[in-house]
């Protein structure tokens, strides 16, 4: 009352707001909603070694490495079936490193088994299943060489069939800027992705351990990367330098069916409606002049 004496009560302290809103006027509780904890991917990488086939001892070497690396048989080798079946043996992914015709062919030539743009689908057929008995296990396909025979839509289209017949995914080792096979693998829902890098060069095979390195330093650019690699020493001497850094800085090996159906997820998601052929910068060996 005006003019009493009479001490107030101090006010009621406030409750932080986190504890306000368990309460509802009703006066029964209400859980407050756990905080949101924002997940951070780590960065993952899938590693190819092409051209196994010829040098058993530099596969050695690869399988020894602690890391999920796949590795491409190429047919009709003096080691292809050995290989197959050791690399088969240590839990790794096969493929058929299958040759194709580049541009500059004859003088530029894929080897024994190759795929050429004027075979017949016949012919396509019966060139794959005997490069495919002298590769057992595998999982998958990529090309080797081929910068013409990858432009080619009708001869893609029927190894895309088989590939799809068989549940085999293929992978575009990009040697040439023109490639049909993104759009091709649309059409007819095959597994499929490209390389991102190769690791090496044949003209400067110092540059692997550069090129992984280089991965290091720019990590904050890509999410997750297929590399390309083959069995030259400089090459397995840099994965088997640059892989456990790889993994104790945070970076994932992953397996490479699993960066196929990761990659072709994101694309499907982001995809345009006409899917093109698609560059990346990377050093073509193949590429036509």
């Known amino acids: 009352m005006p003019g009493s004496n009479r001490q107030q009560a101090p006010p009621r302290p406030q409750a932080p707001a986190a504890l306000e809103d368990t309460q509802r006027a009703d006066g029964n509780r209400v859980e407050s909603p756990p905080a949101v904890v924002k997940k951070i991917e780590r960065k993952k990488v899938a590693i190819l070694i092409d051209d196994i ?26 080691h292809a079936r050995s290989s197959a079946e050791a690399i088969h043996r240590a839990g790794r992914e096969v493929l058929l490193h299958l040759p194709m015709e580049p541009h500059g062919y004859p003088d530029r030539n894929p080897g024994s088994g190759a795929l050429l743009a004027a075979m017949t689908a016949g012919q396509i057929r019966r060139v794959m299943e005997k490069d495919l ?39 575009d080792s990009v040697t040439t800027d023109s490639s049909a096979a993104e759009a091709l693998a649309v059409e007819k829902a095959l597994r499929f992705t490209t390389r991102d890098l ?92």
Do not use: C
Not at 53 to 78: K, M, N, S, W
Not at 234 to 254: H, K, N, Y
């Open 133 to 171: 008995t002298s590769v057992p296990h595998a999982e998958g396909v990529n090309n080797h060489m081929g910068s013409k025979f990858m432009e080619e839509r009708e001869p893609l289209g029927v190894v895309f069939d088989v590939l799809h017949e068989w549940g085999f995914y293929f992978v």
């Open 198 to 289: 190769f690791i090496d060069d044949t003209e400067d095979r110092t540059r692997a351990r550069t090129n992984l390195e280089r991965l290091l330093t720019t990590r904050d650019r890509w999410d997750g990367l297929l590399l390309i690699g083959h069995p030259y020493p400089e090459t397995v001497s840099a994965l088997e330098e640059m892989v456990p850094r790889f993994q104790s800085q945070g970076i994932d090996i992953v397996a490479l069916s699993v960066m196929v159906d990761r990659k072709q997820g994101l694309r499907q998601a982001q995809a345009p409606e006409n899917p093109g052929p698609k560059g990346n910068g990377n050093k073509d060996r193949n590429r036509k002049p």
């Open 53 to 78: 086939g010829y040098d058993p001892g530099a596969l050695r070497r690869l399988l020894a490495i602690e890391a999920p690396v796949a590795f491409a048989v190429l047919p009709r080798t003096p």
